[in-house]
């Protein structure tokens, strides 16, 4: 009898989710598995739902050794995802900036930090505020447009002011024609 078919959901280190679409909402199969599944070497907590026929095994071990043992017990046959040889798009951002960290984080001759935070607070008001532009000619007033208008004001508000050592003189006001300058009339 040929194995159910598990296909991987989602994995980082310790973790893995997998979905037994096949199986869902079989109950009796699901606690079978999980206490069938933590027996494994390397596999330290089970959590099965029968309702969606995912399965969330947490261990120290690698996705390899869980999908042997449970081929080799009948429990299931894990189907890994084929990796591709080409990078994604985020993956070669990322890529470059570790190459080029320099390239990211170098400031101008003179910039302080917060010259550069109040120049990033510009930048993204300015974008928000042309999202905010863009979602109002589309027709999206309510959610979208007054929504990262809110935020593009926000991102204003919040940026870093110059800071001086002492406030500038207040310029001389002239006074008004006819005005004698509050002196009074006798």
């Not at 079989?26 to 390397?42: E, K, N, V």
């Not at 009948?74 to 951002?93: D, I, M, Q, T």
């Not at 007054?146 to 991102?155: C, G, I, N, S």
Request: charged share 30%.
């Amino acid at each position: 009898m040929p194995l159910d078919e598990a296909q991987l959901t989602h994995r980082i280190a310790g973790r893995l989710r997998i979905k037994l679409l096949s199986r869902r909402r079989d109950a009796a199969y699901f606690s079978d598995l999980s206490r069938r599944l933590a027996q494994c070497d390397g596999v330290t907590d089970v959590h099965a739902s029968p309702l969606t026929g995912s399965v969330l095994i947490r261990h120290t071990t690698t996705v390899d050794a869980i999908a042997t043992y449970a081929d080799r017990h009948g429990l299931f046959s894990l189907r890994l995802p084929r990796v591709s040889s080409e990078e994604s798009a985020p993956a070669r951002a990322h890529a470059m900036t570790r190459r080029e960290p320099a390239r990211i984080t170098r400031r101008k001759a003179g910039e302080s930090n917060d010259d550069r935070e109040r120049a990033q607070a510009r930048r993204l008001s300015a974008t928000l505020a042309g999202l905010g532009t863009l979602q109002t000619v589309r027709g999206q007033i309510m959610a979208p447009a007054v929504t990262l208008f809110w935020y593009a004001y926000d991102a204003w508000r919040s940026r870093p002011r110059a800071r001086t050592d002492s406030p500038a003189p207040m310029p001389p006001v002239p006074p008004a024609a006819g005005d004698d300058g509050g002196r009074d009339r006798r």
